[in-house]
């Protein structure tokens, strides 16, 4: 971690962290197929019969070895970038007496927008959330515009 600016580092300077890899044909944690490798081939590794974890040691610029699974490291680990977007709705209100900012038809209305956008083929993991306004409301009637 010679790059990193000071105060950025999660972990002191040397310290050996796993990686989230383990030998079973080399998968990472959530069980998804490696192919990518950086072992140390100055020291032979991966060498042990015994060592089924893999660890990067950022003395040698975060080359990997093969460690075994019971021996106490840090953590590294990573997620996908997360995507995020503002939508703005609008929704049409005929002479309801719904309650748009009612928890249980905002929820329900949540709902229908998730099943619409799988009903269209997205197959990503979708959370919707509202965002409120300034008076911790979601949903505000809409003003018309005087023209003039």
């Known amino acids: 971690m010679e790059g990193v ?5 999660l972990l002191p300077s040397g310290q050996d962290v ?4 383990f030998r079973d044909s080399w998968k990472w944690s959530d069980g998804s197929n490696s192919s990518f490798r950086y072992w140390n081939e100055a020291t032979g590794e991966p060498n042990g019969p015994k060592e089924n974890c893999a660890a ?3 003395k040698s610029s975060g080359k990997w070895a093969d460690v ?3 021996q106490r490291t840090g953590f590294i680990c990573y997620s996908a970038p ?7 709705v609008r929704l049409m209100k005929k002479s309801s007496s719904l309650d748009l900012n009612d928890p249980a038809v905002m929820e329900d209305i949540l709902r229908q927008l998730k099943q619409k956008l799988k009903d ?7 959370k919707l959330s ?3 306004q300034f008076d911790g409301n979601v949903f ?9």
């Open 5 to 9: 600016q000071k105060g950025t580092e």
């Open 18 to 21: 796993w990686i989230g890899l």
């Open 56 to 58: 990067a040691f950022f």
């Open 68 to 70: 075994t699974c019971d």
């Open 82 to 88: 997360v995507s995020k977007k503002v939508v703005r």
């Open 120 to 126: 269209k083929g997205s197959n990503e993991d979708i």
């Open 130 to 132: 509202w965002r409120k």
């Open 140 to 148: 505000h009637k809409e003003t018309k515009k005087k023209t003039t």
